[in-house]
């Protein structure tokens, strides 16, 4: 299985930028795809976006599309959420993810706060 540690969290105000990074480490050479997560408070866990580990094919959700970019770097087994303009909406624990196939996502980061303030 790989290990996954999110850093980067923290406080930013609307409009700004954070970047996220998720340090991989284990059994990486099985990977075939990381993602992004988050779950805001009274809210169930969503797909933010991800990025296949081979050819670094993304996928985002409609409501981050234009505003955040994933990107990896291999070599360091690390993958980054950049998070431009920001709204209050997109406060939350983001947790990385990463999994062996494309089915289901069997390794999660403990999560990092994000709080956008108004």
């Known amino acids: 299985q790989v290990q996954l540690v999110e850093s980067g969290g923290g406080l930013v105000q609307a409009g700004g930028s954070l970047r996220l990074s998720c340090s991989a480490s284990?059994?990486?050479?099985?990977?075939?795809?990381m993602a992004w997560f988050r779950q805001a408070p009274g809210k169930e866990r969503e797909f933010v976006g991800s990025?296949?580990?081979?050819?670094?094919?993304?996928y985002y959700r409609d409501s981050v599309k234009g505003r955040f970019t994933i990107s990896k770097d291999n070599a360091k087994n690390t993958v980054y959420l950049q998070m431009n303009s920001m709204t209050p909406e997109d406060t939350a624990v983001y947790y990385c993810?990463?999994?062996?196939?494309?089915?289901?996502?069997?390794?999660w980061g403990q999560g990092t706060q994000v709080t956008v303030s108004s």
């Open positions: 284990g059994r990486t050479s099985s990977t075939y795809s």
């Open positions: 993810a990463a999994r062996r196939t494309n089915s289901n996502w069997d390794s």
């Open positions: 990025i296949t580990w081979n050819f670094g094919s993304t």
